[in-house]
């Protein structure tokens, strides 16, 4: 399996932005489709979007879509999340995944995860 570390979150106020990075050591990188989920407190866990092994096809969800963009760099095995326009609603743990199989568009294939990073949002 793939090891994930998450780095970046942070307190921003709304209307801000941040950049998330996941960092994959383990095995092959561009064998993985890759993705990140959030969950806030009582919540449960929300695909927040993925990127395909080559970085040709990405998926948003629409709470986060024309907001967020997520993209990878294979030679430093690395996948991103970029965030702007930051609401309160944003707020939650993000965690990076990587999925072995299946698409992007198949949530439920992710099946290795990082630790998470806390992203908080002021309002």
């Known amino acids: 399996q793939v090891q994930l570390v998450e780095s970046g979150g942070g307190l921003v106020q709304a209307g801000g932005s941040l950049r998330l990075a996941c960092l994959a050591s383990?095995?092959?990188?561009?064998?993985?489709?890759m993705g990140w989920f959030r969950q806030a407190p009582g919540k449960e866990r929300e695909y927040v979007g993925g990127?395909?092994?080559?970085?040709?096809?990405?998926f948003a969800s629409n709470s986060v879509k024309g907001r967020f963009t997520i993209s990878r760099d294979n030679a430093k095995n690395t996948v991103y999340l970029q965030m702007n326009s930051l609401k309160p609603e944003d707020t939650a743990v993000y965690y990076c995944a990587a999925a072995g199989r299946g698409t992007i568009y198949q949530p439920t294939n992710f099946n290795s995860w990082g630790q998470g990073t806390q992203v908080t949002v002021s309002s």
């Open positions: 383990g095995q092959t990188f561009t064998s993985y489709n």
């Open positions: 990127i395909s092994p080559s970085g040709s096809n990405t």
